[in-house]
């Protein structure tokens, strides 16, 4: 029925807005009882009022009684060109139904439980952008709220998989995640090296920092760029076994992209959306073993073992629904890993571990997470993982993989640590008393390091000169603050002066 | 500190968004860990740097990467006016925090109760319009879900009344409201007149129709102008007691739009806000005395008598905590109220009635609401209400009242019913056996008159020729549809076609 369509003249917007969206006058609005968010069908002229046809195309609505005239209708440059509306030319305009997603969203609100189906038309208008930010919002809010059931994880991780570009690899294909809170836990950077050099295929994709001062993303590019495609990673990891790129351009699982940039505002992070998050993200690309690292502890973003154990059980039962094995670790969440923190200074870390003489903990952390990934994907025999782990890293060939990581993805194969130089702009932060290094609080060293410029300057950040059970001597340093520029490095120092995250006895 | 501020080149969008929205591009926003929807200060040139400046703006973030080059900012119509920024000069862009209420938001997502002031901040937050559709939408899911607490609701109410306009009258000011979801019912056009006529005070503020054929505000309008100011309120109402005008124009209660125009596409209508939104709006028209109409029963809003008292009594509670008293009157809400059903047809049989010809069961509907509002507040002796109210309608100082009030609202004061006619094209529905009409069904008779092209074509709409408990012959009319072109007409019948309205025993 499009016996309610209207004529209207056409405006073009000169601007990009990424979702199809029109502008009507608020009289016009109002004598065809829309309201902004409504939908409608817009229509160029010459095929209105013909049933089934499919010139049309669904935009939303705004509203305004500015930027358009009554009669006008404002259409931005991406609807336009799309349909080839021309400026001045006459479109029709008809109130269109929502899409059905919306009465699943309605359902969710409303605490009822979701079917299969219904999420993965949820999921399916996410992806193609049929739905509006107040939409968007409404399902993340009541999401967080009401929770997922079992059976509702497990669609919602198989509806992103499957809106998602898919990769598969021939043979064993791995994969690892930490649940993030610990600055300076670049595992990933050593791992991927060493499993990929001894033929286990590994294709890292990593996020970028959002509250940290630095992802395993932001840090790898200090050596390689890391936007790819699904295709790029293909090439990659069928020429070396592995990568490590950033997860962003490749259109895996791409619902979550658009679900974070509506948690992120709102600092939500609800439970089964995380879980189905990670694992659809494994499974988009065609992981058989995932092994998850749970830091927990005081410090941390998980404080005691028995959520820890809880939050590692969930990742292991929905891994198993999707057909991949799932193991956790939990592991000491209650001080930074390594010495340096900040884009540079972790790359600077890695890259020096790998050449034999990297920050002990973690050298020792990396090798016994790879050790079982190998043991737990049936790769070696228990006991043997760890012990072939190190002695890929101690004979070099793991330092000979990343550099052949490095060339695929376009960066200097032959980068040593000393061409990793921190800002220019540095500070000592001196002990007052001597004794020995108690506790380095995690997140007053990000919040120093983010202060100082990281990870938005690569270079900024801060290096510990002594760790937890280090001894330290009255005025000796226990970490350097660098930075780009002298003010924020004053930034950074006027934070640490206030509160000191490390703690001498 | 502003030691993280940045310069980037303006560029001004020619567009009024309503909001202080820029544009930044991909890479700059990386760059400085900005995200969409993150908030920045915008200081114009010469002003950075200067901790306490006041020329800076604050503004949400929208990222592009076709719309801005790197370097640039793009600056909307608004904002750019009110920072007198020029094309191409330089601004200085730095991170900003969210505002104080965002917090609260997610006090509210996490079920907590809310205090009264971080509820007038939330309020504050949304009439100066610094949330975004995220957030609003955000607090009206979780409000929506949790509910809100009795103390909750009251700061709620009086946080909605205080950041909006005031009028006060002199002596007992009555108002009128009712929980809707009854076609044709409006008693608001007799009542006000009734009441003006006895020297009391009635400023009413109507709404227009959402998903019903007709709002109190657009019937009114087929007799005069209903956009006017709270000034102008206030200047009919002590010229003449009262007025009937559209509530959207007055920025009484503000907050309420801006909800609004979140809960709509949601289809949420939370109770704690519907309770507050009401009450605020009366409040802030200086209301001493308010009566609550709720339909109830079958075919309404409200199925049971049970949740009827429920809701009634929530009225009279929250009225009497902002010092109005409350009355509410369970009614009839199982069929329409008066023969007419869309804007023309209503104000048909409102003047009709006033002239003494109206439809009974509107008559009186109206006639003993006037009478419970002159004996609730006071101004009559009880069983006295009903006998004036009638006599004022009899005797036709109603009328003489109406015509008052459309003529100070910019209308013809001398209109008659014969004036208004309903849509050209027309079609009887006959009754295919002899009987008596048992029911009508009012969600169907909406979506009739909806179909037929109310409201936004006012003249179209229905008539219903037999109502409730009356005799039909078969092949008698029992209602007419009145369209305003032949199309809309067909779709109005294939409707009642599909599913008759009306059921004949």
Same mark, same amino acid.
């Not at 993030?180 to 286990?200: E, K």
């Not at 000979?400 to 932060?429: A, C, H, W």
């Given at each position: 029925?499009?016996?309610?369509?209207?004529?209207?003249?056409?405006?073009?917007?000169?601007?990009?807005?990424?979702?199809?969206?029109?502008?009507?006058?608020?009289?016009?609005?109002?004598?065809?009882?829309?309201?902004?968010?409504?939908?409608?069908?817009?229509?160029?002229?010459?095929?209105?009022?013909?049933?089934?046809?499919?010139?049309?195309?669904?935009?939303?609505?705004?509203? &305004?009684?500015?930027?358009?005239?009554?009669?006008?209708?404002?259409?931005?440059?991406?609807?336009?060109?799309?349909?080839?509306?021309?400026?001045?030319?006459?479109?029709?305009?008809?109130?269109?139904?929502?899409?059905?997603?919306?009465?699943?969203?309605?359902?969710?609100?409303?605490?009822?439980?979701?079917?299969?189906?219904?999420?993965?038309?949820?999921?399916?208008?996410?992806?193609?952008?049929?739905?509006?930010?107040?939409?968007?919002?409404?399902?993340?809010?009541?999401?967080?709220?009401?929770?997922?059931?079992?059976?509702?994880?497990?669609?919602?991780?198989?509806?992103?998989?499957?809106?998602?570009?898919?990769?598969?690899?021939?043979?064993?294909?791995?994969?690892?995640?930490?649940?993030?809170?610990?600055?300076?836990?670049?595992?990933?950077?050593?791992?991927?090296?060493?499993?990929?050099?001894?033929?286990?295929?590994?294709?890292?994709?990593?996020?970028?920092?959002?509250?940290?001062?630095?992802?395993?993303?932001?840090?790898?590019?200090?050596?390689?760029?890391?936007?790819?495609?699904?295709?790029?990673?293909?090439?990659?990891?069928?020429?070396?076994?592995?990568?490590?790129?950033?997860?962003?351009?490749?259109?895996?699982?791409?619902?979550?992209?658009?679900?974070?940039?509506?948690?992120?505002?709102?600092?939500?992070?609800?439970?089964?959306?995380?879980?189905?998050?990670?694992?659809?993200?494994?499974?988009?690309?065609?992981?058989?073993?995932?092994?998850?690292?749970?830091?927990?502890?005081?410090?941390?973003?998980? &404080?005691?073992?028995?959520?820890?154990?809880?939050?590692?059980?969930?990742?292991?039962?929905?891994?198993?629904?999707?057909?991949?094995?799932?193991?956790?670790?939990?592991?000491?969440?209650?001080?930074?890993?390594?010495?340096?923190?900040?884009?540079?200074?972790?790359?600077?870390?890695?890259?020096?571990?790998?050449?034999?003489?990297?920050?002990?903990?973690?050298?020792?952390?990396?090798?016994?997470?790879?050790?079982?990934?190998?043991?737990?994907?049936?790769?070696?025999?228990?006991?043997?993982?760890?012990?072939?782990?190190?002695?890929?890293?101690?004979?070099?060939?793991?330092?000979?993989?990343?550099?052949?990581?490095?060339?695929?993805?376009?960066?200097?194969?032959?980068?040593?640590?000393?061409?990793?130089?921190?800002?220019?702009? &540095?500070?000592?932060?001196?002990?007052?008393?001597?004794?020995?290094?108690?506790?380095?609080?995690? &997140?007053?060293?990000?919040?120093?390091?983010?202060?100082?410029?990281?990870?938005?300057?690569?270079?900024?950040?801060?290096?510990?000169?002594?760790?937890?059970?280090?001894?330290?001597?009255?005025?000796?340093?226990?970490?350097?603050?660098?930075?780009?520029?002298?003010?924020?490095?004053?930034?950074?120092?006027?934070?640490?002066?206030?509160?000191?995250?490390?703690?001498?006895?």
């Amino acid at each position: 029925m499009n016996h309610s369509a209207e004529k209207f003249r056409a405006e073009i917007i000169d601007i990009d807005v990424g979702k199809s969206i029109i502008l009507l006058h608020e009289n016009d609005a109002r004598r065809m009882s829309i309201h902004m968010g409504d939908r409608v069908l817009v229509h160029k002229k010459g095929c209105a009022y013909k049933k089934g046809c499919k010139c049309g195309e669904v935009a939303l609505v705004d509203i &305004s009684d500015t930027m358009v005239s009554e009669g006008e209708v404002g259409l931005f440059n991406d609807l336009a060109a799309e349909m080839k509306v021309y400026p001045r030319s006459e479109v029709y305009i008809s109130p269109w139904g929502k899409p059905e997603s919306v009465n699943y969203i309605r359902k969710l609100i409303d605490g009822d439980e979701l079917t299969k189906s219904e999420i993965e038309t949820i999921i399916t208008d996410m992806v193609e952008d049929r739905l509006s930010d107040i939409e968007m919002a409404a399902y993340v809010t009541a999401s967080a709220i009401h929770g997922f059931t079992k059976s509702e994880t497990v669609a919602l991780t198989w509806a992103m998989v499957n809106t998602g570009e898919k990769l598969d690899f021939d043979g064993i294909t791995v994969d690892k995640h930490c649940v993030g809170g610990v600055p300076g836990n670049r595992t990933t950077m050593l791992i991927v090296p060493i499993l990929a050099s001894l033929g286990i295929k590994i294709p890292k994709t990593s996020s970028r920092a959002i509250t940290s001062p630095a992802g395993t993303a932001d840090t790898m590019e200090v050596l390689a760029p890391v936007h790819y495609s699904a295709k790029d990673v293909k090439r990659f990891v069928d020429k070396a076994n592995g990568c490590l790129v950033w997860g962003g351009a490749l259109n895996l699982a791409p619902a979550d992209d658009r679900i974070i940039k509506i948690e992120y505002p709102l600092s939500i992070d609800a439970e089964g959306q995380v879980l189905a998050s990670i694992i659809s993200k494994k499974k988009s690309v065609g992981s058989d073993y995932v092994l998850i690292d749970i830091p927990y502890g005081h410090g941390s973003k998980i &404080s005691n073992e028995e959520r820890a154990h809880d939050l590692g059980k969930k990742f292991v039962w929905l891994g198993g629904e999707v057909g991949m094995k799932v193991k956790y670790l939990l592991t000491d969440g209650t001080k930074p890993i390594g010495r340096g923190i900040g884009p540079v200074l972790e790359a600077r870390d890695a890259l020096m571990a790998l050449s034999g003489d990297g920050p002990q903990d973690l050298v020792e952390k990396s090798i016994m997470m790879a050790g079982e990934l190998l043991e737990f994907s049936k790769e070696r025999r228990k006991g043997e993982g760890v012990r072939d782990a190190k002695k890929c890293l101690e004979e070099g060939s793991a330092l000979e993989k990343m550099r052949q990581i490095i060339k695929l993805q376009g960066g200097n194969p032959n980068i040593t640590p000393y061409d990793l130089k921190p800002g220019k702009f &540095s500070k000592q932060i001196k002990a007052e008393i001597g004794g020995k290094v108690a506790s380095i609080d995690n &997140s007053l060293i990000s919040k120093i390091a983010r202060a100082a410029g990281a990870p938005k300057d690569p270079t900024a950040g801060l290096y510990i000169d002594k760790h937890v059970g280090e001894k330290v001597g009255a005025g000796e340093p226990l970490f350097t603050v660098y930075a780009q520029n002298a003010g924020k490095l004053e930034d950074a120092i006027e934070i640490s002066r206030k509160q000191s995250p490390f703690r001498v006895i």
